[in-house]
């Protein structure tokens, strides 16, 4: 039974910085693709970055910009079973549920791509 749990969401203030870990159990870990999405209260579920088995390549949403990309870094350990993303310089709009999840498809952004999810950790980020 695949199992993803997220850690390390928290409260804090804008301009802070937070990483959060999604360590995975009843899975093969470097055979699936990974992806942080979030969901903010009375939204969708939007993806936020998603990271191919091998960590080499990653997928940020089509209209991110630059300054987006460089604040959210994506990173998997696949010896550790582990999935990372450090999040820099948070804005109140940042604050949602993150989840992971996991899949042995490609790296999409689209929740319908991946069959595996964790509970979420809630971000909060404060003015």
């Known amino acids: 039974q695949v199992q993803l749990v997220e850690s390390g969401g928290g409260c804090v203030q804008a301009g802070m910085s937070l990483r959060l870990s999604c360590t995975a159990s009843g899975l093969t870990f470097d055979d699936y693709a990974m992806a942080w999405f979030r969901q903010a209260p009375g939204k969708e579920r939007e993806g936020v970055v998603a990271?191919?088995?091998?960590?080499?390549?990653?997928?940020?949403?089509?209209d991110s910009s630059d300054s987006e990309k460089a604040r959210f870094t994506i990173s998997r350990d696949n010896a550790k079973n582990t999935l990372y993303l450090q999040m820099n310089d948070l804005e109140p709009e940042d604050t949602a549920m993150y989840y992971c999840a996991a899949d042995r498809g490609p790296p999409v952004l689209h929740r319908i791509g991946y069959n595996h999810w964790g509970q979420g950790t809630q971000v909060t980020v404060s003015s």
């Open positions: 990271i191919s088995w091998s960590g080499r390549t990653t997928y940020y949403p089509p």
